[in-house]
């Protein structure tokens, strides 16, 4: 029973709290609240701008609604362009976002312009400049903009005419929806002086911040105090001077300012520009630190300039020296820009034929040289620039295309020349011609001409010899020598002429020992010679040629002789006793070349000698020399070599084999008895057991020559580069010989 009663009492509380729940959770489904509404919120970035007084920097949407109205921002320096996404230019009525964004002002600027120049007391250029349309940083044109001239002394404006007021430097003004737009374009008038005289020229110094123009070629200038600095003060050309393609020529600078600096400028300034000038400068003749053809130093621009220098005096010693200039400071600019270096400087000294220190800019710089490279030292910014040795690899490799159309023309197998207004219609580079009957040269001559733009005329061309006996000329232009001396070829086009003067020189052909001896016995020693076969002496002695002897007094030897790979052997050196010198020439000025010599050495007494030249103040160049040597100097003067006694001029490609011994107290040197302050050693090497030079005092910056004891030592040594393949056969198992 109680068992019972305890089962209906449980029943009946599960039975009351199961109805308890049910009701709870009737409860919660009825009480749940609605999902509310997803936004996000625009952030403006006004980007350097501001929005107006009160206005939110920000608003929030329902997510999916579009912007609406957006707040228009301003900007003392720049034009509202609207709200950006990023790059996307957002459309407010149609934009809309599921997340938070920011969006930013964009600001339009008045496009900046070039600068304008105007050009005061100058015929060939305006003193007016008429302005285009003007756009906005993205390009689009603007209208309803008002412009002006911040500087109304300096220029004016009419309408949309600037006209030139005065000398000096202004800019514009651009107002646009009303902010101020200073600096759109920098104004400059130049307020020109005409130079066509020394006399004129040398007032560019009493204003280095001119702008000067010459009207002509202003020649045999001498020389010319430097235009800056002024007076040993460091003062600078911070002007312009404008060539417009004329010569400055023969001038040298004198040594000024302690020998510190020199040029024609001794220093241009940042702003100073020096453009379309040719300039033919002498080196100077006493020792400049900092020197340049156009300028010493140059801190502004050097553009379309051409330098033709001659180092009559040798290179100028010191710091830095340049054909175009000796110094490109870090602030400067060359550009567009030709030198040709003429001649050798001295032993130690520093030339190069752009600029010897470049810290600033070079673009499209180059030179003719045939020594000396483009710089001494480079630690700047180089764009095509290079020197190089002569004019086929100038014309193969140096890009003078990017060379400006409106300041050069560009002559076929010629060096770039500077465009001027006084050019003349007609014009003919090659108005002297040396030509010559050597059967191994080309013997006829193209003339070539071309219009006042140098462009090459092809056809409606005449020509006319003035002496058909020295040489003809072809329809073509094309001479050819008859005989020797001198003619006149005339170029006609129309009304115009040119006159070409044509120097026939004359080969004269040695063909027997007996010729070769006919060179002395009839003193011909300013001719041209040549063989035309080996030629034997059969051990006779051969008479000297050129120069001293104890009873006569001859001149030197200034001719030229060309072996054309020849042999003149067997032959021995005069050994006249009373002699001091002995050697087949004596006093030598001239050029042997492309000549293989077998020479007997002397074995009577003589003083010293040269078994080729005595005392060398020319050239021998592409020879051969063989010598067996049985006794040396006797008397022991060491003045004894192989090629020459005393070497004052160039030897180069000449290779020597001597064998033997000479005496004790004897000396025989295997080149050079002696190779004075001016003599110049180049490739040349020996097999031999004899010293190289007795004394060498020359031109070491120039030098390059060896003695081997054995061929084999030679072979493995040098590869013999620069000698001309089509001279020599050069292998890896003999050494170079000469071709016939």
């Known amino acids: 029973m109680k068992k019972t009663k305890k089962r209906l009492l449980l029943t009946l509380l599960l039975s009351l709290f199961g109805a308890f729940a049910l009701v709870a959770c009737d409860n919660e489904e009825e009480e749940e609240p609605a999902t509310p509404v997803a936004k996000y919120t625009v952030t403006f970035d006004v980007n350097g701008g501001a929005l107006a007084e009160g206005a939110a920097s920000s608003k929030e949407l329902e997510i999916g609604q579009a912007l609406g109205e957006l707040p228009t921002p301003t900007n003392a320096n720049g034009v509202f362009g609207g709200w950006y996404d990023g790059e996307t230019l957002v459309a407010a009525e149609t934009a809309a976002y599921t997340q938070n964004v920011t969006l930013t002002a964009k600001w339009l600027q008045v496009q900046t312009m070039d600068t304008v120049e105007l050009h005061l007391n100058r015929t060939d250029r305006s003193s007016t400049y008429t302005l285009g349309g003007f756009t906005d940083t993205d390009g689009n044109a603007l209208s309803d ?3 002006g001239v911040a500087d109304t002394s300096v220029a004016t404006l009419g309408g949309n005419t600037l006209t030139a007021v005065t000398d000096g430097s202004t800019s514009l003004t651009v107002v646009w929806q009303g902010v101020r737009f200073e600096n759109v374009a920098t104004v400059e008038v130049y307020s020109w002086q005409a130079i066509a005289s020394e006399a004129e020229l040398d007032t560019v110094r009493e204003n280095l911040d001119g702008s000067y123009y010459l009207t002509s070629n202003i020649t045999g200038a001498g020389e010319f105090a430097m235009i800056a600095p002024v007076d040993g003060e460091n003062e600078e050309f911070t002007g312009r001077f404008d060539g417009c393609g004329y010569q400055l020529g023969g001038y040298s600078v004198t040594d000024y300012w302690w020998g510190w600096n020199g040029g024609l400028f001794g220093t241009i300034g940042a702003t100073g520009v020096v453009e379309n000038l040719s300039v033919s400068v002498a080196s100077p003749e006493t020792a400049v630190k900092c020197w340049g053809g156009i300028a010493a130093i140059n801190k502004g621009t050097v553009r379309n300039c051409f330098v033709d220098i001659t180092l009559t005096h040798g290179a100028p010693t010191g710091y830095y020296a340049g054909a175009i200039v000796g110094k490109n400071d870090i602030t400067g600019t060359i550009e567009s820009c030709i030198a040709s270096v003429n001649g050798t400087g001295a032993t130690g000294e520093r030339f190069a034929s752009v600029a010897g220190l470049n810290q600033g800019a070079v673009v499209n710089a180059y030179a003719l040289s045939e020594v000396y490279g483009a710089y001494c030292r480079d630690i700047g910014a180089s764009t095509n620039v290079c020197s190089y040795i002569d ?5 193969n490799l140096a890009d003078v295309s990017v060379f400006p159309s409106t300041a050069w023309g560009k002559p076929q197998n010629r060096l770039p020349v500077l465009l001027n207004a006084d050019r003349a219609e007609l014009v003919v580079f090659d108005t002297l011609l040396s030509l010559n009957d050597h059967p191994d040269a080309e013997s006829n001559n193209v003339i070539l001409a071309y219009d006042r733009d140098y462009n090459l005329i092809a056809s409606g ?4 010899s003035s002496d058909t006996t ?12 008859t005989g020797s001396g001198t003619a006149t070829i005339t170029v006609i086009k129309g009304a115009d002429s040119v006159e070409v003067t044509v120097d026939c020189e004359h080969w004269k052909a040695i063909s027997s020992y007996a010729d070769w001896c006919a060179i002395a016995t009839n003193e011909d020693y300013s001719s041209n010679f040549y063989l035309t076969a080996d030629i034997d002496g059969e051990g006779a002695t051969a008479p000297q040629i ?3 002897d104890t009873n006569t007094s001859r001149p030197s030897f200034t ?8 042999t003149l052997k067997n032959v021995g050196i005069d050994v006249d006793p009373w002699k001091h010198n002995g050697g087949l020439f004596d006093m030598f000025g001239g050029v042997i070349e492309n000549l293989s010599l077998e020479i007997n050495a002397p074995t009577g007494t003589l003083k010293s000698f040269g078994l080729l030249v005595n005392q060398n103040s020319g050239i021998i160049r ?12 006797v008397n022991g003067v060491s ?12 030897i180069e490609n000449c290779i020597v084999v001597a064998t033997g011994s000479v005496e004790a107290g004897q000396y025989f040197a295997s080149i050079a008895g002696a190779n004075t302050a001016t003599g110049k050693i180049r490739n040349v090497y020996a097999v031999s057991p004899f010293a190289a030079c007795g004394q060498d005092v020359g031109a070491v910056a120039n030098q390059s020559y060896a003695v081997y004891a054995t061929e084999a030592e030679l072979l493995a040594s040098v590869t013999f580069d620069t000698f001309d393949r089509s001279l020599w056969t050069v292998s890896e198992t003999a050494l170079p010989a000469l071709k016939k």
């Open 391 to 395: 004019m086929e690899y100038f014309q």
């Open 461 to 464: 061309l005449s020509f006319e």
């Open 622 to 633: 592409n020879c051969k020399l063989t010598v067996a040597v049985t006794t040396g100097n």
């Open 470 to 481: 020295v040489a003809t000329v072809s329809d073509n232009g094309e001479i050819t020598v």
């Open 639 to 650: 003045s004894a070599g192989a090629l020459v006694r005393a070497n004052n001029g160039l």
């Open 546 to 548: 050129g120069g001293y």
């Open 145 to 147: 903009i008002t412009v």
């Open 559 to 566: 001719g030229r002789v060309d072996g054309r790979g020849y």
